[in-house]
């Protein structure tokens, strides 16, 4: 372990591929060798790695003979075909996807949360939705302090959420916008510059989107709280990145302002910005590239006895999806 | 009133000013002669009225002889200044600021649901808040057929619900960011541009804003349900124009979503675009311009058993402020 390990990235030239590359160098995770994996079209392609270039790889059932890791962020088809393979070829898969989130054999895991889930996987862990990482950091202290009893979470999400292609998307329309010219839905199934898409993943007959859907079951999966009770909507934003939520979160004890912000504060990879009065509280723009989630407009709900609501904002590329798999594999080799 | 009434229009360089005489035009209102009326600095400016260009004046308290209708969108300060001088000129006034809407002696009227509210007015009449209006539609009809309980919402405004200066930020710092320039925030408090900002007005030393207090004692007064909870958090989103709302509303009887439906559908200045199989539900960008407030997403709240999700999107210069305003306008004529 003294010299690292040999880390394969899969999906490296996507959004969190690439932003995988970064922490690693960032974390200084031990790594002994990098190796690059993506789709066949991005062969020939280099990433950058502490100053090296590293050639892409075509990722495929034979492409992991001697790596000991591999974080896989390549969308759930690629996971489902290629993690198996992974796990004979002896690597341990971090796996961003939504292949095996719900896996009762495969823990689901944050690592500030529940980082006894990692005991007794089998090969394959799974990082949660970045919705799910940035809505569940604030209610795991609140559930700790108050038990939850329902949260009503309501999304703002970043066009990186969608990866390099929901970018490029919100970039080249904003830019069309700005020639004067018309604006042609690409990727999205909306125009996104300007509007905002209720509708994240694709539609399940009770109306729910499966990004809302996953946010239900992969929170109360996190929390260990089968049954928990919660109302989602998710919606696309023109930001580019970091995604915000605004939560409602109701409590059998009643917890109050102040208690919510000690407890909210005291939580690791979470921070308060909650200085209304100097208008400071979370926003995309000031979160982008952070590590930490971030919490502010905290208030007691007029509506209910025993509940806040509050405004959780985290980059989903890093806490959300990066960070939180390069945590797991640290938990691992600690 | 064959020949109609010399109507002003207070404010009438704003957002909410040059869409009141859009629609006064536009619904062949009975205007036999419009006065324009703004601030100082605006004389000189003329307003183009049914093919006429008129001279803007600027609005004192002697401004108002014989004129019968007023419609005020200048902002509170002005309101609360120069709304009683046109009543004791003989006009009535139907005034869209937050000076008067929670005086019990003004009613506070949306047409298609409280419009018994206007009988025994004493000159002033309230348009409410724009994201009020946006909200309080489809609220109308759920509660008449089931009783509403509790309500959270949570809103993605428009940049010209803060009028044209805000249109004119997103628009400068949008064009800023494509020639690759920083952005400075003048207007909003913090870049707007590909950012969210959850905070709309000033701050209560509740943690709530203006805006989310309005939203919470207008519904109140409009739905004549001076208790009922509702748990409010607006947010300011790249947008131009049209609000959005995501809705979670508990009634006393289980509605079900087919009932739902119905219901809103059947509502006037009410649309249904619930169609997710062909990705059919309401946005700003479809919406602006449309009078009718757009409702989609509709969704049993899987958390609760008698509660809704939906979606809700509205012109807010439209319907959440101008034709709201000349709704109550031909009430009062009718």
Redesign the interface.
Known sequence: MASGLVVGVVGVTGAVGQTTVKLLEERKFPVRELRAFASARSVGKTVTFKGESIRVEAAGPDSFKGVELALFSAGSQQSKELAPHAVRAGAIVIDKSNAFRMDPQVPLVVPEINPHAVRGHRGILACPNCTTIVTVMPLKPLHDAGRLR???A?S?QAVSGAGVNGVEE?RSQ??A??RGEGITPRYF???IA??????IDK?AD???TGEEIKL?NEVRKILELPDL???P?T?R????TAH?V?V?AETEARLG?ERAREVLAGFPGLKLWDE??D?R?P???LVEGQDDCYV?????????PN?L?F?VVGDQLRKGAALNGIQIAELLIR
């Open positions: 329902r949260v009503v309501t703002y919100l904003t830019l916008w700005a199934q909306h125009q300007f509007n905002v898409i209720p509708h539609f009770n109306g729910y239900v009770p919660i109302s909507t919606v934003v023109p930001v580019f915000s605004a409602n302002r209304p009065a208008n509280y926003m995309p723009v502010g407009r905290i208030r007691e709900d007029l509506s209910m509940a609501n405004w």
